[in-house]
């Protein structure tokens, strides 16, 4: 099954710097790859996703990019703020987000005023 | 935008007691819907697939006759956690894609449960 590996386990950053979350995938049939924000006793929110037959999708200072070869995506917030800080984690399904996400284990982003 | 309900949010109670959790689709109808498992501190874990009109299917490892999963209509789906001890703390959280092209899954805000 999927395998979903995600680096780092936790991101310091000074407010305004950029911050960058990378994810890895296993399996090769895996289309669907969106990122969630999850504030303190609450569900995830969905901040960006993108498909397979996309590189790179922007939205205002989120993007993500997606390299198909080498089963890597990746998320990029620019120009950080304290109310960025949050856990966020990747995920990966096939059949566009269809089918049950497998999770990476988290990012832990504090963004320091 | 497509919204999904959790309630409770938050459970206490003492060990032996069943606690149901429910999971509604308030502007979408949802075939499926998905439960996870999330322990403090760690990522979220797929215990089963809820199907509407048809049996649940449930991963490997999560015991289908203590977590009782119903999905009896097309929003609405029940977890129901039997003879609760301990261990079976955590936050629940559903999900349910939306039938509708290539739509996100929409996430409810979770139930932390907390067996005493």
């Known amino acids: 099954g999927e395998n979903v590996e995600q680096h780092p386990s936790t991101l310091s950053v000074q407010e305004g710097d950029s911050a960058v979350i990378k994810c890895t995938y296993s399996?090769?049939?895996?289309?669907?790859f969106p990122w969630y924000k999850q504030e303190l006793g609450k569900g995830p929110q969905l901040i960006i996703d993108?498909?397979?037959?996309?590189g790179e999708k922007k939205d205002q200072r989120i993007a993500v990019t997606l390299n198909k070869t080498a089963k890597h995506f990746s998320l990029h917030i620019t120009e950080t703020q304290p109310e960025d800080s949050a856990v966020y984690f990747c995920a990966a399904s096939r059949n566009s987000g269809n089918t049950p996400l497998v999770f990476g284990k988290g990012t832990r982003l504090s963004v320091i005023a | 935008g497509a919204v999904v309900s959790q309630h409770p949010s938050w459970v206490i109670c003492k060990s032996g007691t069943s606690v149901k959790i429910e999971c509604r689709s308030l502007?979408?109808?949802?075939?499926?819907m998905f439960w996870y498992r999330q322990f403090p501190k760690q990522s979220l874990m797929l215990m089963a697939t809820?199907?509407?009109?048809?049996?649940?299917?449930?991963e490997q490892g999560v015991e289908k006759d203590k977590f009782l999963i119903n999905h009896a209509s097309l929003t609405l789906s029940t977890l129901t956690v039997t003879s609760a001890h301990p261990e079976d703390s955590s936050f629940y959280i559903c999900?349910?894609?939306?039938?509708?092209?290539?739509?996100?899954?929409?996430f409810g805000d979770g139930t932390r449960l907390s067996i005493l």
């Open positions: 809820s199907n509407e009109g048809s049996k649940a299917t449930y």
């Open positions: 993108i498909r397979s037959n996309v």
């Open positions: 399996d090769s049939a895996s289309n669907y």
């Open positions: 502007d979408f109808q949802a075939t499926t």
């Open positions: 999900s349910a894609p939306v039938p509708l092209g290539n739509q996100p899954q929409h």
